[in-house]
């Protein structure tokens, strides 16, 4: 626990350089490999749905990484996206017949951001007020939040979605879908408030060092809450294309979505020691998860060979970290 | 510390009510919860129902004391849930290999299976260990990582269904059998706890935890082997997480690779309800004990007055969160 942050701006700028420097080229072989081996890798419904999922996990993923980013943890994200879900589609259900299919469907994205929302406050609430650990917070959201999500479709889908919903997610502008503009304009946002904006500084001053961060006056309360309600946000957007894809409210979604977005942000080099993290470098992390999928699905991996495969490179990943902190600070 | 008792006679009275509180609502509460219940379904305070909630409490107190022992040394267990479900399958297959058939007697086979599952906790628990020991790994991120590897080995090697065929011995010993009234999950139960609780008083292992829970580099510096004693910890609590795994594959008398999946927030639950602090060094077996019965008699009324299981997941967060709240106006002392 005292090793943490001892380590030198400049050798952990470098540390997460070095890591992030081997996934591009990861990516590229892994890439190659796959498409020497399996050709339907290259079928362009193949790479569609790639892009695709790993859209919906880079936005969930760049939401974790604030998280990460404040020395917190995110565990709530699938159930958010559950909750999320099942509100925005009972409400589109409920007003479908009495409005117009425009205005149902801003209800209801309204309707799932703003459950979003709430549990993102109701976790920044209690992990900066009350001062409860984050991962118990998120923990006890997550069961709360899913719970809900089930108690409202007792575990059956809703359907009778309005089809310029549906729309939003089955549809493609310039051959690529929704998902992926709704990511680019997410990372981009991210990555000039992380640069360009002083609550970008606050955000990396409070998680290397929050009592320094309070004693310097920064607005520390204010930067925590905010990451829970951005990352539950990102997660509900991230639900809302997924609903809108899927054509129906699920409770089931998100289902291995913590694992996931964690898993990308930290093989993107988002340190669990608060403090580090870059959003496009997270977008990137998000495509690797996501091809390692695809190549282990396309290899038939059976789906619960490939748990054990993540869960082993994650913890793998963060050890090498760890290890490499460890260097520096000796 | 020897400023502690002034400071606490000098502090308020609504100061020490909440500190009272704070350490003792839930444990105050359990009672009342009961009283309560059994108002509203007196089925709920028939002999038959109370002799059935200290056997599914049994279990409860188990799972909620392996998750003690690893928060004591301000670490966590994810991977509880699934590691129950990965024993539960490699204990009834290894029963069901055809020992049996092969002439080995009852007793032997028993102990096979026992020992399979003895075995497949401590290597979860070495893996946790040693990651978080060793490598210096995030205590949450080992456990999230181990907790998809067990899932993923225990549906694999059940082919995702449950395992039948149980020898009934193995069910009579830690399911069924009777001693004195009580039931085998009981004496269990008992047995393992208060070891663990002697372990942590008595022993010298037992007594480093506090020191390493409460203040890791100051254990380091006062020659406590930390990393040594916190690997043990974790192996120690996986092989507890076994105990109670086979205690619930006798009960259902079959391997079920889905056995565990509800576990893991109760086991939490328990641990905090009971009293246990996240930031570790404080709280004993007692504690894990008396947070089981609670969250205990909570899901067993519950189920009685019917209350919607999905309903019953959101109440269990929001008891998480109060006892998390009121974990802050604890003085230790």
Redesign the interface.
């Known amino acids: ?3 943490i942050s001892h380590t030198h701006p400049k050798a952990a700028r470098h540390a997460v350089l070095a890591s992030i420097g081997l996934l591009p080229a990861a990516i590229v072989v892994i890439a190659v490999v796959l498409a020497y081996i399996e050709p339907r890798f290259l079928s362009g419904q193949n790479l569609l749905n790639v892009l695709r999922g790993a859209a919906l996990l880079m936005i969930v993923a760049v939401g974790q990484m604030l998280v990460l980013i404040s020395r917190g ?1 995110d565990l709530s994200v699938g159930a958010v996206m559950a909750l999320a879900s099942v509100v925005s589609a009972s409400t589109m259900a409920a007003f479908g017949e009495s409005l117009s299919p425009g205005m149902t469907s801003l209800l209801g994205i309204l309707a799932g951001l703003g459950a979003g929302l709430l549990v993102g406050l109701c976790n920044g609430f ?1 992990v900066a007020v ?4 984050p ?3 998120t ?6 939040s ?3 999500a ?2 409202l479709t007792n575990g059956i889908p809703i359907y009778g979605l309005p089809k310029a919903f549906i729309a939003l997610g089955r549809g493609s502008w310039l051959g690529l879908p929704a998902a992926v503009y709704a990511a680019a304009v997410v990372v981009a946002l991210t990555v000039y408030i992380q640069r360009r904006t002083a609550l970008g500084v606050h955000l990396y001053a409070t998680g290397g060092n929050p009592h320094a961060a309070r004693v310097s006056g920064l607005p520390v309360l204010r930067a925590q809450i905010g990451v829970y309600a951005a990352s539950s946000l990102l997660a509900a957007l991230a639900a809302l294309l997924l609903t809108a894809q899927l054509g129906s409210g699920q409770g089931s979604l998100g289902e291995g979505m ?2 996931k977005s ?1 898993g990308a942000a ?1 093989i993107a080099g988002v340190s ?1 020691q608060g403090g580090v993290g870059l959003a496009h470098r997270v977008a990137v992390g998000a495509l690797f998860m996501l091809l390692l999928n695809n190549a282990m699905d396309l290899l038939r991996i ?1 789906s ?5 495969v ?3 490179f ?2 793998l990943v ?2 090498v970290d ?2 490499r902190a ?1 260097g520096k600070s000796a | 510390m020897s400023t502690t008792p002034t400071s606490l006679s000098m502090a308020s009275r609504p100061r020490r009510i909440l500190d009272f509180l704070a350490h003792y609502l839930f444990w105050l509460l359990a009672p009342v919860l009961l009283l309560v219940l059994a108002l509203v379904e007196p089925r709920i305070a028939s002999s038959r129902n109370l002799l059935n909630l200290v056997t599914q409490s049994s279990y409860l107190a188990v799972f909620a004391s392996a998750q003690m022992l690893v928060i004591l040394i301000r670490g966590f267990d994810l991977s509880l849930g699934s590691t129950v479900s990965l024993i539960s399958v490699l204990t009834a297959l290894a029963l069901t290999t055809g020992l049996a058939e092969a002439g080995l007697p009852t007793f032997w086979l028993i102990a096979a299976g026992v020992g399979v599952g003895l075995l497949a906790g401590a290597s979860v628990g070495v893996f946790n260990g040693f990651c978080t020991a060793i490598l210096r790994v995030n205590p949450f991120i080992v456990t999230l990582g181990s907790l998809g590897i067990a899932f993923g080995v225990a549906s694999m090697a059940s082919g995702g269904r449950p395992v039948f065929d149980l020898p009934e011995a193995f069910s009579e010993a830690l399911y069924s059998g009777q001693v004195l009234g009580l039931s085998a999950p009981v004496w269990i139960a008992l047995v393992l706890c208060l070891a663990l609780q002697l372990m942590l008083s008595r022993t010298v292992f037992g007594r480093s935890l506090y020191l390493i829970g409460s203040n890791p580099r100051a254990a380091e510096v006062a020659g406590v082997p930390v990393a040594r004693y916190v690997f043990i910890t974790y192996v120690l609590a996986s092989l507890v997480v076994a105990v109670g795994a086979m205690m619930l594959t006798g009960r259902t008398s079959s391997g079920e690779p889905n056995l565990g999946g509800s576990l893991l927030l109760p086991s939490i639950a328990a641990a905090v309800v009971g009293g246990i602090s996240l930031q570790g060094g404080t709280g004993g077996v007692g504690n894990a004990v008396m947070g089981a019965l609670f969250i205990s008699v909570l899901s067993n009324g519950m189920n009685l007055i019917e209350v919607d299981g999905y309903l019953q997941d959101v109440i269990l967060g929001l008891v998480i969160l109060v006892a998390l709240y009121l974990d802050r106006f604890r003085k230790y002392r």
């Open positions: 626990m005292s090793t943890f209690c009350l001062r409860i650990t991962f118990m917070v923990l006890a959201t997550a069961s709360i899913g719970g809900v089930l108690l913590a694992l964690i930290v669990l059976e619960k060979a490939q748990t054990i993540m869960g082993l994650i913890v963060v050890a760890a290890y460890k």
